[in-house]
T-cell receptor, first 114, second 113 residues
Framework: QKEVEQNSGPLSVPEGAIASLNCTYS??????FFWYRQYSGKSPELIMF????GDKEDGRFTAQLNKASQYVSLLIRDSQPSDSATYLC??????????????FGTGTQLKVEL | NAGVTQTPKFQVLKTGQSMTLQCAQD?????MYWYRQDPGMGLRLIYY???????DKGEVPNGYNVSRLNKREFSLRLESAAPSQTSVYFC????????????FGAGTRLSVL
């Protein structure tokens, strides 16, 4: 079993719809959870992070965390064509002496269609 | 601020050649990381440096060495490149007030023939 699992997609949604991206993780000790967006040929950029159970909202983006179910999701409201990208879920574990090791899922490709 | 800068952006090597990928950050971060990204495999951690003077292996360290030259710079060396090392390499850093967030460089696209 992979440590962080995502459906590779592509997930296609019409413009203006809500896109729902999901991620499950295996390490119950994980404490921090991140969503990165990666456009084709570009580097990952942080969209959201969440540490506590529940929801965290930032503009059109909402991250949801359920530690009991080991499940993280990202909702994108009013999806735009510019949201078309691969979304990477990452889960962190502590590093002795500092730092923050991230384990990434393989990403979900999102396509927002006109 | 440039953030995380990687050089070169592209490189083609022949099997057996060596090269060093350079990474520098100007955010005064303590921790730095090297990842490789392959189709269908996601980002995998090669080596990391939690703080200046320390380095540790990640998930896929074989065939690589690293040097944390100072707080700003963290280099990745391929001593004898193999076709299996064809990949996109990303450097990242974290630290400061947002110590758990990693910021990525633009990447180096490496082909080994």
């Amino acid at each position: 079993q992979k440590e962080v699992e995502q459906n590779s997609g592509p997930l296609s949604v019409p413009e203006g719809a809500i896109a729902s991206l999901n991620c499950t993780y295996s390490d119950r000790g994980s404490q921090s959870f991140f969503w990165y967006r990666q456009y084709s040929g570009k580097s990952p950029e942080l969209i959201m992070f969440i540490y506590s159970n529940g929801d965290k909202e930032d503009g059109r983006f909402t991250a949801q965390l359920n530690k009991a179910s080991q499940y993280v999701s990202l909702l994108i409201r009013d999806s735009q064509p510019s949201d078309s990208a691969t979304y990477l879920c990452a889960v962190s574990g502590r590093v002795t002496g500092g730092g923050n090791k991230l384990t990434f899922g393989t990403g979900t490709q999102l396509k927002v269609e006109l | 601020n440039a953030g995380v800068t990687q050089t070169p952006k592209f490189q083609v090597l022949k099997t057996g050649q060596s090269m060093t990928l350079q990474c520098a950050q100007d955010m005064n971060h303590n921790s730095m990381y090297w990842y490789r990204q392959d189709p269908g495999m996601g980002l995998r951690l090669i080596y990391y440096s939690a703080s200046e003077g320390t380095t540790d292996k990640g998930e896929v360290p074989n065939g690589y060495n690293v040097s944390r030259l100072n707080k700003r710079e963290f280099s990745l060396r391929l001593e004898s490149a193999a076709p299996s090392q064809t990949s996109v390499y990303f450097c990242a850093s974290s630290g400061g007030a947002s110590k758990n967030i990693q910021y990525f460089g633009a990447g180096t696209r490496l082909s080994v023939l």
